[in-house]
């Protein structure tokens, strides 16, 4: 995988969120954030390779775009009339990458969890099979299930708030 | 130039790292895992604004997560990387070549507006004075055009000077061009369904329409063997180089395609075949295709490659627009090294490419030129995207390090 390829994919879900947030279209969200990527990777360049500013520059272009977007299409202002927020606003842009950064960090504990073990999860706590089913549809022991279920089950709450649990379990309904 | 040079100033100023470091204090304190001082820091952010405290009350509320959740599982990073790369190529406004210095200055600036780019090093700035215009080209090269020779079955060689070529069981027919002609197959030719070859050289491209309705676009130096009939149970041509197949539908009769050890089968479809060097590479735009290489053989779907050599069928996601920019007269490249582009300057305009001194072999280029441009346009953008510099001698075209003045 290049560098740019790297980049794209560790940014790119975040990216999206944050601009999903702002336009409340899933599917401009997509369009802004490769737009956003087209201009960086036209530029990179130009931007320092220091992961601060990489970052600060994607976010930076996002916006850009979203108030370009906004502009050219003032029939369609539902972000900026619905929140009442000025271009000159920062906080409010701020609290949004703060939300798709800490989404971010939530996903990628959630993909820590060894594969094995988080299907089990998922299957026994979210389609509430019981542990003969889940056997018999994995193909492993009875045992195996309860063991990676505790094993689970000891992840989520060794790490997290108790809560938030339930913010963690709905990642396992991929 | 880009508005974003307002944007890199105004709100780079502005951003701070202070998101970054609150997101990374909410994460902690989701997962439990806080120190007393960060604690503290969290509750000073909250208390600053009521808005930061109803984002912190985000978490907890499942109704306001559920769909945000929804929407990241539902991305898909590998098509979403392939269609910025490819959006990247579409953008690049298209701009018709002219020979004036400064006018071409423009274009190459809007064409590969920022489009060529090196990461390791950063962008070497774009002078406006004249020292680096290329000198007058002492004489120029067009770029290739329509023609081959037809290597009939009993070995006689006829030079054909037509962009296309209808072929049917009479014969071939010269489609365009200054004379219209049809050359006859015999009888005999047409009765024992023998092999006539379409040799396309250096600087020659060719379009052909099949007997069965197939279209063909034979690239540069390729060649294409072809029966004067094709027999009932199949239709089968053999290519050595690059052509792109339109191939006409016929439940009865599969389209294959042979090219060193490699089968490609096919109903109706159209594909792009590449068999320069030892791979043979197939670009599957439209419908399916078998791609048969000894005892392996995989199924391709549209917009996937399949690279067959000795070593068996590899399988991989392309990009169309790159693959098919040759049959598009464009000479597109992304990622490309020189030695890539040259050898593809090479066939299209009939040179010999000499590289001389210290040349970067692993720069990497990204743009599109009008494969309509004559050599001396050609090289002259080449020439201000890179630190390269072009000469023509004859027939050879010498490639190396451009001298600082």
Redesign the interface.
């Known amino acids: 995988m290049?560098?740019?390829?790297y980049i794209?994919?560790e940014y790119?879900?975040r990216l999206?969120?944050y601009a999903?947030?702002l336009v409340d279209d899933?599917f401009l969200a997509?369009d802004i954030v490769?737009?956003a990527?087209?201009?960086f990777?036209?530029?990179?360049?130009?931007v320092s390779e220091d992961e601060?500013a990489i970052?600060?520059?994607l976010?930076?272009?996002v916006?850009?775009l979203i108030y370009?977007h906004y502009r050219k299409n003032k029939a369609r202002q539902v972000y900026w009339e619905k929140t009442r927020y000025v271009e000159a606003e920062?906080?409010?842009f701020?609290?949004e990458?703060?939300?798709a950064?800490?989404?971010n960090?939530?996903?990628k504990?959630i993909e820590t969890m060894p594969e094995a073990c988080a299907n089990i999860f998922r299957k026994g706590y979210l389609e509430e099979l019981s542990n003969k089913e889940i056997a018999e549809e994995l193909d492993v022991s009875v045992n195996t299930v309860k063991t990676q279920k505790r094993r689970g089950m000891k992840i989520l709450l060794n790490?997290?708030?108790?809560?938030?649990i339930?913010?963690f379990l709905?990642?396992l309904?991929? | 130039m880009?508005?974003?040079c307002l944007?890199?100033v105004t709100?780079?100023i502005?951003?701070t790292?202070?998101?970054?470091y609150?997101?990374?204090l909410?994460?902690r304190?989701?997962?439990?895992?806080l120190s007393n001082d960060e604690y503290h820091d969290l509750l000073e952010w909250l208390a600053e604004?009521p808005?930061?405290k109803q984002?912190f009350q985000?978490?907890?509320d499942?109704k306001h997560?559920?769909k945000?959740?929804k929407?990241?599982?539902?991305?898909d990073?590998e098509v979403?990387?392939q269609?910025?790369k490819s959006?990247?190529i579409k953008?690049d406004p298209k701009v018709s070549i002219r020979s004036n210095w400064m006018k071409i200055a423009v274009a190459v600036l809007l064409i590969f507006?920022?489009?060529w780019?090196?990461?390791q090093?950063?962008?070497r700035s774009i002078q406006s004075d004249d020292s680096t215009t290329s000198e007058e080209r002492s004489h120029d090269i067009d770029p290739a055009n329509g023609g081959a020779n037809l290597v009939r079955s009993d070995g006689s060689i006829i030079k054909i000077e037509s962009e296309e070529l209808i072929i049917d069981q009479g014969g071939v027919h010269l489609a365009s061009g200054e004379k219209e002609r049809t050359i006859e197959f015999t009888k005999s030719e047409q009765l024992a369904k023998t092999m006539n070859t379409l040799e396309v050289p250096k600087a020659k491209y060719l379009k052909i329409l099949l007997a069965d309705g197939t279209k063909v676009w034979i690239n540069s130096m390729s060649k294409l063997h072809f029966p004067s009939d094709f027999s009932v149970v199949e239709r089968r041509v053999i290519l050595e180089g690059e052509a792109f197949f339109d191939v006409a539908e016929d439940g009865d009769r599969p389209f294959i395609v042979e090219s060193k050890e490699t089968e490609i089968k096919v109903l109706g479809t159209e594909f792009n075949v590449n068999s320069y060097g030892k791979t043979v590479e197939t670009a599957l735009k439209q419908g399916s295709v078998l791609v048969e290489r000894g005892e392996k053989s995989l199924v391709l779907k549209p917009g996937e490659y399949a690279e067959a050599n000795e070593k068996g069928i590899k399988k991989s996601i392309v990009d169309l627009d790159y693959v098919l920019a040759w049959k598009n007269d464009e000479f597109l490249f992304h990622?490309d090294n020189i030695i890539t582009i040259a050898s593809q300057i090479s066939r299209w305009y009939g040179v010999e490419v000499k590289f001389q001194g210290e040349v970067m072999y692993d720069r990497l280029y990204t743009g599109s030129v009008s494969r309509k441009a004559k050599l001396s346009e050609t090289m002259d953008m080449l020439e201000f995207v890179s630190d390269l510099s072009f000469k023509l001698d004859g027939n050879k075209l010498i490639i190396k390090k451009e001298e600082k003045i």
């Open positions: 290049g560098k740019n390829e794209f994919k790119y879900q999206c969120l999903y947030k899933m997509e490769q737009d990527f087209c201009s990777l036209d530029k990179s360049g130009d601060k970052r600060q520059y976010y930076s272009s916006r850009f370009n920062n906080s409010s701020e609290r990458i703060i939300y950064e800490v989404m960090e939530v996903l504990i790490k997290i708030h108790p809560e938030y339930s913010l709905l990642f309904q991929k | 880009s508005p974003f944007l890199n709100i780079y502005e951003m790292n202070k998101p970054r609150i997101a990374s909410i994460n304190y989701l997962t439990d895992d604004d808005a930061n984002l985000r978490f907890t499942s997560y559920q945000d959740i929407f990241l599982l539902g991305l990073l979403a990387w269609k910025t959006k990247r953008t507006v920022g489009a780019f090196v990461w090093n950063p962008v990622n």
